[in-house]
């Protein structure tokens, strides 16, 4: 089960205004949304306008502005006409603080809400604007007599929102349990089941076996916990008489073992196959030989071990001769596994040192309790990443972990690569979505936010809520 470690918050510059409604000197401005439509901004507010008191020889004009450093852009006009203004321009239409496309009202017939809506045309200049909202009373000749302007929105569109990353620390492990394997190609005479470390090339086969203990059992943190051992013998002889060498032989490489460690007793075990048909199969599925079809089907047959030996080399002599000098060799070896335990490390002091000199000895969930000591977004923390799904390399938590840290740098494409390998869990499909929203293909990321909003990932619904809202800007 996947625990979350902790969240980071990349960023949110989402500027909205901090209240539900502004009220600028008496007009109360609610609702207000600003839009983007492909080439079209759309700006839609409410505004209660019962509080404006309009003098008869006065007119207040209410309008929106689009404002970016010197640039501006005027949006319609609402204009509320005191008694004596509204019949003066009536007759004087020309001159008139409002005309066109602007609302216009008299005073005593305006209602106390008005629905605005205003469509421009998107320019260049328009992207980090601010929406400015002003008003204007204006006395006789349309001089202007008061004047307020209150900011609603102080950057349109918002910065590209950025989801925030849900890191997820692995299940604690109980035992820190640990193998290595490998092959040993050990010789002996014909017939002999005595160990030679000096026949042939035994020296450096044998050394395989004991340098892969010496790895582990010079290190103070481990404890060797079990060796295995299973000897094979290749088809040629009869099935009984490889039987009885697989057998000797392995016991003898096991009393060489022991004499050199002198282990506890019931620590080494052992196995033996007689004939090692496996090993001659991968080989012959591999070869080009002339007959490799038919040789491939007789190993797969019914036909005991001693016949099937016996039909490759009657039918194809010239294979099996070739097998014989290539291929039975090596189906002669010894395999092992050792099995050992580290302890566990609880210092963040201690594991970053092991960290730095031996990564392969600390667990996932190790990695993690150092990863809390360190600065979210930070380099050791990447590396920390990094250096965890490189140990773990098929980990789906390591992944989606290494991932995130990925795409905390802006590395999308190795966050790709590392997501492949995460799983389908909720804290992957919402990584993925995260990863489109963050390369901006909201389109993309739909499917995957959904899904993890599905699988029960609250962070799911706030990234499909502001990625929809990603150029509109909005309070109610």
Known sequence: MMRRFYTMILAMLATVPAAFAQTIDGVVVENYTMERSGNYIIVDMDLDVSGVDVRNSEVVVLTPHIVRDTLSKDLRSIGIYGRNRHFYYERNEDLAPTSGDDLRFRSNKTPDKVQYHAVVSFEEWMDGCQLVFEREDCGCAGAVVGQSTSMLIDRFPMEPYRPQLIYVRPEAVAEKVYAISGSAFVDFPVSNMDINPEYR?????????????????????????????????????????????????????????????????????????????????????????????????????????????????????????????????????????????????????????????????????????????????????????????RMYPNDEVANLNAANSAMSKGDYERALRYLERAGDGAEVQYARGALEVLREDYQAAMPYLEEAKRMGIAEAETTINAIQDYWKVSKR
């Open 201 to 389: 090339n035994n020296s450096s086969e044998l050394a395989k076996i004991t340098g892969t203990i010496d790895s582990v059992r010079g290190d103070k943190d481990v404890t060797i916990q079990s060796i295995f051992i299973k000897g094979y013998a290749s088809p040629e002889s009869p099935y009984a008489n490889n039987e009885r060498l697989a057998k000797g032989r392995t016991a003898a490489l096991k009393e060489y073992v022991e004499n050199l460690y002198h282990f506890d007793e019931g620590l080494i075990t052992t196995d033996y196959e007689p004939e090692d048909w496996a090993g001659l199969e991968r080989y012959v599925a591999a070869s080009n030989l002339k007959h490799k079809e038919e040789i491939l089907a007789t190993i797969h047959s019914e036909r005991e071990p001693d016949n099937k030996e016996w039909w490759i080399h009657y039918n194809w002599t010239d294979d099996y001769n070739f097998l014989l000098k290539n291929c039975y060799p090596a189906l002669r070896h010894s395999d092992y596994t050792i099995e050992y335990t580290i302890r566990h490390y609880t210092s963040p002091r201690e594991i970053e040192e092991i960290m730095n000199t031996a990564p392969q000895k600390l667990s996932l969930d190790e990695f993690y309790l150092l990863a809390q000591t360190y600065d979210e977004g930070s380099e050791e923390l990447d590396e920390l990443f990094e250096i965890a799904v």
